[in-house]
């Protein structure tokens, strides 16, 4: 069976960090592209951040208030892991953040491109 564990995501105050982990389990990310998105209460899904198995990085949040710089996505192949950190979160980057790839050599933008594997993990910023 092929899923994925999500984790790290709680309850943090404005201006915390949190790192989210996605760990897959019957499967490798070998050659696999992968993307955190994220699903808010009210809004369409979107991809925050994409690795490849190379090691290329997007960033696709362009609102002026963007998660760019905030937001730093990594891999660790050796682990099979891939990673979110986030950084002075906002009471908006609250949502469920979830893992999802595709086999690909490049980052794609839209979220439904992607393969969803697990649940997520629910991100909370609030004081």
């Known amino acids: 069976q092929v899923h994925v564990v999500e984790s790290g995501g709680g309850l943090v105050q404005p201006g915390g960090s949190l790192r989210l982990s996605c760990i897959p389990s019957g499967f490798t990310l070998d050659y696999i592209t992968v993307a955190w998105i994220r699903q808010a209460p009210g809004k369409e899904r979107e991809v925050v951040s994409c690795i490849t198995y190379s090691g290329d990085i997007r960033d696709y949040l362009d609102s002026p208030d963007s998660a760019k710089g905030r937001f730093i996505i990594s891999r660790d192949n050796a682990k099979n892991t891939v990673y979110l950190e986030m950084n002075s979160l906002k009471p908006e980057d609250a949502g469920n953040y979830y893992c999802?790839?595709?086999?690909?050599?490049?980052?794609?933008?839209?979220?439904?491109?992607?393969?969803?594997w697990g649940q997520g993990t629910q991100v909370t910023v609030s004081s």
């Open positions: 999802a790839g595709l086999y690909a050599s490049s980052c794609w933008e839209r979220a439904d491109q992607y393969s969803r």
